[in-house]
Every structure is written in structure tokens, then in C-alpha cells.
């Protein structure tokens, strides 16, 4: 166990702490990871930190060069595609296996989250956590609730690219308009056409990746053989 702030941290709370700091950017792309800095920043010795590197190179998430040292992994866009297509065939699935008469108190759920979308003063990451528990309330409505996890823990690459177009988007009131589209689609018993809006919400993300790696390529993956140089820690601001 490490102790910071007076109160025990357990090694796997360390590990989401980094993997949060990741998928939000807040360590970016490229960054050079210090684990000396890392543990002070923290308030933990260098055991879980590097423990918790360690399991972030296995995700694919940090690269580890020896005698160079660990950075934040750039996005990797085949890696996006991969998350895509899982995530894509996962919720068009899900469409297909809703029940004839829908959990009302689900639907109601489901409204709410998106009047809070449309809140003027959202900042990106509630509208992220908003976005997720969305089509999460979605896979809940086919009785599928359960497989999100799955579906989210193998979409680290891909939530940061999604993380890179909000930033790149003046507003996400697009996305929201999307989500009003497909739920409306899904509460009306079309699920042909809630299933054309899923497809076309969720492939958003490769335009996003194109627009975003022609102004900031060094955010993005090229050539795997390529060994970084060691730099500061970065911080998405």
C-alpha cells in the first residue's frame, strides 16, 4: 500500500489515477513520464507508479524504452479503428436486440441525460462522462448493460481521440443533436434508422483524427521503430 494525504492508497487506485490522467489528456500524447515525478505529484512512493506504468505499456497506453525512459503512448490510429469496430458492432447489436416495449423508467433516464447536454456552461469532460453513461443507458435498455465494461476498457486509444475532437469542436452540440436523433429513432421503434445515426455518431471520430493529425501530427503514432526523445512532462491544457 502508499500512503498520500494521510490516508492509504491501494496500488490498483494509483493505476486508475494514471490511466484517468491519460485518457483526459492530462498527460499527452508524447509526454515523457517521470516517475520521480509522478510519486511526488501523488503523494506515493515509485512502486506504484511503476507498477502501474507497467500495466499501462500493456494496454498500450505508455511505451517503456530502455535506458530512455517511459512516455505516454501517441494515439495510435489503427488502434482507434480496432476500439471502433468493436464499439460499432457492440451498440449496432444492441439496437437489434431491444425489447418491444421499452423500461420507461430507463427512456426517462436516458431524456435526462440529454437535457443536461445541452447545459450552456458543460465543460468537456462532464459532457464526456455524459456521452459515456448515454450510450451506456442505451446497451441498459437491450439488457445489455453489463458488456459496456468490456467495451470500455478496450477503448483507451479511441476515447482520447474522441477527448482530441471535442477540444478541436467549438461546441458539442452536434454530438448531443446526434444522441437526441438516435434515442428519438430508438423510443419511436425505428431501429433502421437508429442504427444509421449510431454508425454515423460513432465513425465521427475518424474525421476528427484526420482534421486534428494535419495541424498536429507529433500527437499521433507514425513510426513504430521511432524512439522518442526525453522531454519534460507535458500538460494538456
Known amino acids: 500500500?502508499?500512503?498520500?494525504?494521510?490516508?492509504?492508497?491501494?496500488?490498483?487506485?494509483?493505476?486508475?489515477?494514471?490511466?484517468?490522467?491519460?485518457?483526459?489528456?492530462?498527460?499527452?500524447?508524447?509526454?515523457?513520464?517521470?516517475?520521480?515525478?509522478?510519486?511526488?505529484?501523488?503523494?506515493?512512493?515509485?512502486?506504484?507508479?511503476?507498477?502501474?506504468?507497467?500495466?499501462?505499456?500493456?494496454?498500450?497506453?505508455?511505451?517503456?524504452?530502455?535506458?530512455?525512459?517511459?512516455?505516454?503512448?501517441?494515439?495510435?490510429?489503427?488502434?482507434?479503428?480496432?476500439?471502433?469496430?468493436?464499439?460499432?458492432?457492440?451498440?449496432?447489436?444492441?439496437?437489434?436486440?431491444?425489447?418491444?416495449?421499452?423500461?420507461?423508467?430507463?427512456?426517462?433516464?436516458?431524456?435526462?441525460?440529454?437535457?443536461?447536454?445541452?447545459?450552456?456552461?458543460?465543460?468537456?469532460?462532464?459532457?464526456?462522462?455524459?456521452?459515456?453513461?448515454?450510450?451506456h443507458g442505451l446497451m441498459r435498455l437491450s439488457g445489455h448493460g453489463n458488456v459496456w465494461t468490456t467495451v470500455a476498457a478496450a477503448k483507451g486509444h479511441l476515447d482520447r481521440a474522441r477527448r482530441l475532437g471535442l477540444h478541436e469542436n467549438v461546441s458539442p452540440a452536434v454530438f448531443a443533436r446526434q444522441h437526441h436523433e438516435i434515442l428519438d429513432a430508438v423510443v419511436g421503434g425505428n431501429v433502421p434508422l437508429a442504427r444509421t445515426a449510431m454508425r454515423t455518431h460513432l465513425r465521427a471520430v475518424f474525421n476528427d483524427i484526420e482534421r486534428i493529425r494535419a495541424h498536429s501530427p507529433e500527437l499521433f503514432a507514425a513510426d513504430a521503430s521511432t524512439v522518442p526523445v526525453r522531454r519534460n512532462v507535458v500538460v494538456w491544457e
Do not use: C, W
Open 1 to 135: 500500500m502508499a500512503h498520500t494525504n494521510g490516508r492509504t492508497t491501494s496500488r490498483r487506485e494509483i493505476y486508475l489515477k494514471l490511466r484517468q490522467m491519460v485518457l483526459t489528456l492530462e498527460l499527452a500524447p508524447g509526454a515523457a513520464l517521470s516517475e520521480n515525478e509522478l510519486a511526488a505529484s501523488l503523494g506515493v512512493s515509485r512502486t506504484p507508479v511503476r507498477e502501474s506504468l507497467i500495466l499501462l505499456a500493456q494496454e498500450g497506453l505508455v511505451q517503456v524504452f530502455p535506458k530512455i525512459g517511459s512516455f505516454v503512448s501517441r494515439v495510435d490510429a489503427a488502434q482507434v479503428a480496432d476500439a471502433q469496430f468493436l464499439r460499432e458492432a457492440v451498440e449496432l447489436a444492441s439496437l437489434d436486440d431491444l425489447p418491444g416495449a421499452l423500461d420507461p423508467a430507463l427512456v426517462d433516464e436516458l431524456r435526462d441525460n440529454l437535457k443536461r447536454q445541452r447545459q450552456a456552461d458543460l465543460d468537456l469532460e462532464e459532457f464526456f462522462a455524459l456521452d459515456e453513461a448515454f450510450h
